[in-house]
Nanobody, 117 residues
Framework: QVQVVESGGGLVQAGGSLRLSCAAS????????MDWYRQAPGTQRELVAG??????TNYADSVKGRFTISRDNANTVALQMNSLKPEDTAVYYC????????????WGQGTQVTVSS
């Protein structure tokens, strides 16, 4: 069974930075993409940033210029978050999509990010 583990969350003041990491293990099929989502209380889960196996990236408009997604290796990605705002407070989840037909997604348990004003 694929395992997805996030780390790096915490409490930071507005304007500060955090770096999240997502590691996928027990992977026997190529990963198609890895994405970061977030969910604040009372809201729907939303896509924050994603990276494909070809290193193509995409970002939500709300984080462009502040967040950077990057690949450490084939199964590990990081999300560097700078200039954090209180509205970035949420649980951040990593999703791994395998290159299968149909595609299969695996989610981590999430890591809490809290930005104080």
């Amino acid at each position: 069974q694929v395992q997805v583990v996030e780390s790096g969350g915490g409490l930071v003041q507005a304007g500060g930075s955090l770096r999240l990491s997502c590691a996928a293990s027990r992977i026997i099929i190529r990963i198609k993409s890895m994405d970061w989502y977030r969910q604040a209380p009372g809201t729907q889960r939303e896509l924050v940033a994603g990276i494909t196996s070809g290193d193509e990236t995409n970002y939500a408009d709300s984080v462009k210029g502040r967040f950077t997604i990057s690949r450490d290796n084939a199964n590990t990605v990081a999300l560097q978050m700078n200039s954090l705002k209180p509205e970035d407070t949420a649980v951040y989840y990593c999703k791994v999509r395998l290159a299968t037909i149909p595609s299969r997604d695996y989610w981590g348990q999430g890591t809490q990010v809290t930005v104080s004003s």
